[in-house]
């Protein structure tokens, strides 16, 4: 079998084919733009491959109400010409095979989830840290819904004490995202995070602000897995803040031994590193033929 995956990012689209495996036999990559230009481009890659599915795990946020005359399609996104986008409808008229779809960070969870990180659990969370921060959620062995879809990179935190930066979401300003995400990282300090040394008091903040968010849905969620990915986490010495943090935070109240005596094990980067995207749209894909990967 022969499944058509694409990571559909704000930044970049990454297209590819893969097996009921997870193994990703090809792939390819170009900017987004406006979507019938980025979209003919997935499609063109797609003429020649036979695909018996596609999955598609999109930036959003996006309508996921299979009830709704409006599924499939991207709502209230700041990329350009993408509001309102029927994006599952316009690969269908190509392409009228199973087509699976959800966000990117719920795409990656769930490649984690089947070939990653927390392969053979039931439950784990993935946060995405880079341009954006975006939270998917797999839970009892299903991806998390509700009435739209996880967002947790924009819930409240509380401020560091030594942070004067205002933030830079839009919607709510000093949320996670608005704190925490490359761009805020970038604008704070004037410096790209990959510019910032490795022991440059940035690192603390934004460990402190990830630990807060963590210790949450921890709490609300219990996951059995907590997976880091997207670009500000290649700082690997992020890690062992964060899990401090999180440690502190929590205080001995959540008397697991995964947490109290193997963190090192609970929180981790992705397995499948950056094919994480990929690999999740490839699992949806083969979701929506019917089959189990």
Same mark, same amino acid.
């Given at each position: 079998m022969q499944i058509g995956a694409i990571e559909a990012g704000g930044t970049k689209f990454i297209c590819g084919v893969g097996n009921e495996k997870g193994e990703i036999l090809d792939r390819i990559s170009f900017p987004t733009e406006v979507p019938e230009r980025t979209l003919e481009q997935a499609l063109e890659y797609f003429r020649d491959k036979s695909v018996e599915a596609i999955g598609i795990g999109s930036f959003g946020p996006i309508n996921l109400d299979h009830f709704s005359p &409006?599924? @499939?399609?991207?709502?209230?996104t700041p990329k350009p010409g993408w509001t309102g986008f029927d994006f599952i409808g316009y !690969? =269908? /008229?190509a392409y009228p095979v199973p087509i699976g779809f959800d966000t990117d960070v719920n795409a990656a969870v769930?490649?984690? #989830?089947? *070939?990653? #990180? #927390? =392969? @053979? %659990?039931?439950?784990?969370v993935y946060y995405t840290i880079g341009t954006g921060v975006g939270v998917g959620v797999y839970t009892e062995g299903k991806l998390v819904h509700g009435l739209v879809h996880p967002e947790g990179g924009h819930v409240m935190i509380r401020r560091h004490s030594e942070d004067s930066f205002g933030g830079l979401c839009p919607y709510h300003g000093d949320c996670l995202e608005g704190m925490a995400s490359g761009p #805020? !990282?970038?604008? /704070? *300090? &004037? %410096? =790209? &995070?990959?510019? %910032?040394p490795g022991d440059h008091k940035a690192w603390e903040m934004e460990a402190y602000y990830l630990a807060q968010a963590i210790s949450g849905v921890i709490l609300l969620l219990s996951p059995k897995k907590v997976i880091l990915g997207g670009g500000v986490m290649h700082q690997k010495q992020l890690f062992p803040i964060i899990r401090k943090g999180v440690a502190h935070n929590l205080n001995g109240y959540v008397a697991s031994p995964a947490i109290l005596d193997d963190i090192e094990n609970y929180i981790v980067p992705p397995t499948l590193g950056d094919n994480a995207g990929l690999c999740g749209a490839l699992a949806l894909g083969i979701e929506a033929t019917g089959q189990r990967c």
């Amino acid at each position: 079998m022969q499944i058509g995956a694409i990571e559909a990012g704000g930044t970049k689209f990454i297209c590819g084919v893969g097996n009921e495996k997870g193994e990703i036999l090809d792939r390819i990559s170009f900017p987004t733009e406006v979507p019938e230009r980025t979209l003919e481009q997935a499609l063109e890659y797609f003429r020649d491959k036979s695909v018996e599915a596609i999955g598609i795990g999109s930036f959003g946020p996006i309508n996921l109400d299979h009830f709704s005359p &409006g599924y @499939g399609h991207v709502t209230t996104t700041p990329k350009p010409g993408w509001t309102g986008f029927d994006f599952i409808g316009y !690969i =269908k /008229r190509a392409y009228p095979v199973p087509i699976g779809f959800d966000t990117d960070v719920n795409a990656a969870v769930f490649g984690e #989830a089947k *070939w990653g #990180a #927390a =392969k @053979g %659990l039931d439950s784990c969370v993935y946060y995405t840290i880079g341009t954006g921060v975006g939270v998917g959620v797999y839970t009892e062995g299903k991806l998390v819904h509700g009435l739209v879809h996880p967002e947790g990179g924009h819930v409240m935190i509380r401020r560091h004490s030594e942070d004067s930066f205002g933030g830079l979401c839009p919607y709510h300003g000093d949320c996670l995202e608005g704190m925490a995400s490359g761009p #805020a !990282i970038e604008k /704070r *300090w &004037g %410096l =790209k &995070g990959s510019e %910032l040394p490795g022991d440059h008091k940035a690192w603390e903040m934004e460990a402190y602000y990830l630990a807060q968010a963590i210790s949450g849905v921890i709490l609300l969620l219990s996951p059995k897995k907590v997976i880091l990915g997207g670009g500000v986490m290649h700082q690997k010495q992020l890690f062992p803040i964060i899990r401090k943090g999180v440690a502190h935070n929590l205080n001995g109240y959540v008397a697991s031994p995964a947490i109290l005596d193997d963190i090192e094990n609970y929180i981790v980067p992705p397995t499948l590193g950056d094919n994480a995207g990929l690999c999740g749209a490839l699992a949806l894909g083969i979701e929506a033929t019917g089959q189990r990967c």
